[in-house]
């Protein structure tokens, strides 16, 4: 998720009770919960950089306890040194865990997947249920905090005293609301994908499915669907209106079998990016004397250049050898 709905989802957390916890507990929420997106910078380094530790190190268990242990000695030593900023260490862990905690289960709502078990084992976990920009959290989670504020100001006004719970309670339904809609949205993503998986797709069956939501509809999803000839893109209608039509699928169709998309297939950069790819289409076009070939990663086919994803480019010579393979940006969704 992007960093406005984790630091409201710190923000709430704080408010719903965590702030009787521990002195400056909301702070170390905030950090917690937004110093894994750190690894946005590796973004600086290139593709390579970027597919290598995003979503790697700071958002596995193991560099979850590191950030954990590492906000809440800060926040203690400097408590030390500030007596204003006093904090006990056991219940600074325990708020630095929550907030940290918080934001693996927020980013494993979407599709890009995090290495929960990095260094261990190279599986990316995610769950498909929200957009990396949801608009309906972010909502919840504002109305949440902000809608107290705005009863207080008007109970002020009129001479009324304020309800001293009031912010509480306000953050408890916002994270309650969020709660009950990303458990809509989980009944919603197995009517997707089971709708997805019972049809066939100019006469083939699917041999893999996903379903993943738009981020301004709760009842409209986009569907991948994986055949033994040709990827398919799909919109997945839930709510009323037109009935879900697989004949109205974008199709891919997949290269015919080749000595250069086997040597691009073996070589190292293309390993490790199918081994990332959920979705991957090849596609094989003549390159001066020889071949280029390209992976790309269906997830990420979207016409907005900032939700691209990586891509394997593989060249290959007259003899179809490899002579270069490098990842990069997608800079161009169509194959």
């Known amino acids: 998720m992007e960093p406005v709905t984790h630091a409201l989802t710190s923000i ?54 590191i950030i ?22 056991i219940p600074a862990i325990i708020v630095c865990a929550i907030g940290a905690a918080a934001h693996l289960l927020l980013d494993m709502l979407n599709g890009d997947g995090l290495k929960l078990l990095w260094p261990f084992r190279p599986k990316r976990y995610a769950w498909d249920l929200a957009d990396s920009v949801d608009a309906w959290m972010i909502f919840f989670l504002l ?32 994270l309650f609301l969020v709660a009950l809609f990303v458990a809509g949205r989980a009944f919603a993503h197995q009517r997707a994908v089971a709708l997805l998986d019972s049809r066939e797709y100019r006469t083939h069956v699917p041999l893999v499915v996903a379903a993943f939501p738009e981020p301004s509809n709760p009842l409209a999803w986009r569907g991948i669907v994986e055949t033994d000839n040709a990827l398919f893109n799909v919109e997945v209608p839930l709510g009323p ?16 079998p080749s000595l250069a998309l086997n040597n691009a297939v073996a070589s190292a950069t293309a390993a490790e990016y199918l081994n990332y790819a959920r979705f991957p289409l090849a596609n094989v076009e003549p390159n001066g004397d020889g071949y280029q070939v390209r992976f790309r990663d269906m997830r990420f086919a979207s016409e907005l ?9 593989i060249d290959l010579n007259a003899q179809s050898l490899v002579i270069r393979e490098r990842l990069e940006f997608d800079v161009d969704i169509r194959p």
Request: proline content about 6%; glycine content about 12%; overall charge positive.
């Open 68 to 89: 954990v242990s590492c906000v809440a000695a800060a926040f203690w030593i400097a408590g030390r040194k500030y007596p204003k900023l006093d904090v006990k260490m």
């Open 12 to 65: 709430a957390l704080g408010r719903a009770g965590l702030n009787r916890m521990s002195r400056m507990a909301t702070p170390m929420l905030l950090v917690s919960g937004l110093v894994a997106d750190v690894d946005w910078v590796t973004r600086l380094g290139g593709a390579s950089s970027f597919l290598h530790w995003h979503r790697t190190a700071t958002h596995s268990l193991v560099g979850t306890a």
């Open 305 to 313: 250049p900032g939700r691209r994803g990586v891509i394997a480019v």
């Open 143 to 174: 109305a949440g905090i902000l809608l107290p504020e705005l009863f207080r100001l008007i109970q002020e006004e009129i001479g009324s005293r304020p309800k001293r719970q009031g912010r509480q309670r306000g953050a408890i339904a916002g």
């Open 241 to 256: 209106g037109p009935a879900f039509d697989p004949d109205l699928a974008d199709v891919h169709f997949k290269p015919e």
